[in-house]
């Protein structure tokens, strides 16, 4: 259960961000703040787990 876990929070955020993208180009809201504030958070998400991913396999130029 515990190997699910990861990708299916992946996919989460990917589901997300895609959900906020759609917002903020079609949307006519007077604030985006939720959307690319769900944004930059995946950004950190997914930043971290490709610098620890990197750092753990040393196959960052190979």
Known sequence: MKRASL???LLAF???D???LDDITTG???SFF???SMII???VVFG?????YFKTSGN???
């Open 7 to 9: 990708p299916a929070a």
């Open 41 to 43: 958070a995946s950004i």
């Open 18 to 20: 895609w959900l906020a």
């Open 14 to 16: 990917l589901l997300l």
């Open 60 to 62: 960052l130029h190979n």
């Open 34 to 36: 939720w959307e690319y």
């Open 48 to 52: 971290v787990i490709g610098f620890f």
């Open 28 to 30: 006519n809201q007077p």
